[in-house]
């Protein structure tokens, strides 16, 4: 009686005997493990998947405004840039002897309430996300006409749209824009895969394109009277003489901060140069309180399920007087009642953290495909992190100390109180 076996073979056989309302139990705790690691899952990925918006990418330019904001419309495509970039500037930051390639990008168009961007087929090619991952085709390929467009995958997917369709890009934003440019529709050459970043729901369009749409625009409105096709359009300079940002990579991020330094002192105009890393994390940190708040609920989740076994653990005393009477009886000391209850909370909680993981396995492998298509959020299927070990340590401590106190309890019992019916 008096060996560890014994007593945990001992409590097998007691949670068997009681295997509905230990299986209840379990349940709960499995759901509440499950939950809680889904929050720190979802927690990690997302932050994972922000940081990985863009990478391999060492400064990013526009004119002078904030940091956030340079990188949320820039970036992620919210807002407007202050101001615009000179063409002239541009160029003559591309030519520094430190910098490797420069992406540029326009904005200032929708279409259907997608953002259109305006670039280069140098984008195709130096653009990075999640671990420096390239963009890639699902269909067709890149611009190589004026007219062409190039649509993310979930701007597709929403839309319809194939290989070959026709799309009018509307002047302004928003679902319908202000004006169309209807005189010149776009042709999309190509369609990219999923990357679960802002670059799903943007249409890519060239820089030329975007100087061609308004070559008869003045003022943000088509100057009356002035039509230029889209054949005669072809045959004119389409040179853009403003940008709203640019990507920059170095040939050597040594010189990063260097590099950083010179544009923001720039003369020529007044310009800011971003780190994209820097900026990401000081716009994660402004959402620290919605990050604190998914673990105070993860804290409660788990704690709710905690209760449940110990008010199923306190509720079964009384019927267990009898139980705990006749070990005392056949010589169990106190310690071992004590042990036995500790040894079957540690081995519910355990149960239930193991069904708990498996439950979270199923239901990220049952949804991945959902919230990727839904919220452009990758949930991988890999390994618990040492986070969410800890976290799994820190359930089964809880749970194996929340059953000392029905222990307590348990062994202070007489036999005779036990023995005895109470009226």
Known sequence: MTAPGAIVA??????????????????AIAISVMLVLGVEKVR??????????????????????????????????????????????????????????????????????????GTTSDYFTHYRYARKLPLTFAAGKAFDDVFDAVLGAEAAATLGYAVGDKI??????GTGGFSDHDDKPFTVSGI??????????????????????????KGGSRVPGMTVSADQVRDMDLTPRSITAFMVGLKSRLGAF?????????????????????????????MGTAEAALGVIALFVVAGGLIGMLTMLLAGLNERRREMAVLRA???????????F???????????????????????????????AEFGLHLPIDAPSVREWSILALVLGAGTAAGSLPAVLAYRNSVADGVTVRT
């Open 330 to 340: 056949v010589g169990a000391r106190p310690v071992h009642v004590f042990a036995m």
């Open 10 to 27: 001992l409590s097998v056989r007691s949670l068997l005997n009681r295997r509905l309302t230990v299986g209840l139990t379990v349940f």
């Open 44 to 117: 990690n990925d997302a932050k994972l998947g922000f940081a990985n918006t863009i990478s391999g990418t060492d400064l990013i330019v526009g004119a002078r405004s904030g940091t956030i904001q340079l990188l949320l419309y820039s970036v992620f495509r919210i807002g407007n840039a202050t101001n615009n970039i000179s063409w002239k500037s541009y160029q003559t930051i591309a030519g520094r002897p430190d910098v490797k390639w420069t992406v540029p990008i326009s904005l200032g168009d929708s279409h259907r309430g997608y953002r259109v961007m």
């Open 192 to 217: 990219l895969a999923r990357t679960g970043t802002p670059v799903d729901r943007t249409v890519h369009v060239s820089l030329s394109g975007i100087e061609a749409i308004h070559v008869d625009w």
């Open 258 to 286: 260097r590099a950083l330094r010179d544009i923001n002192e720039f003369r020529g105009e007044p310009l800011l140069a971003i780190l994209p890393g820097v900026a990401l994390q000081e716009l994660w940190n402004l």
């Open 342 to 372: 500790v040894s079957e909370a540690a081995l519910i909680t355990f149960l239930g953290c193991l069904f708990g993981l498996g439950l979270l396995y199923l239901g990220v492998l049952a949804g991945q495909p959902i919230v990727e």
């Open 168 to 173: 009018v890009v509307a002047h302004g934003l």
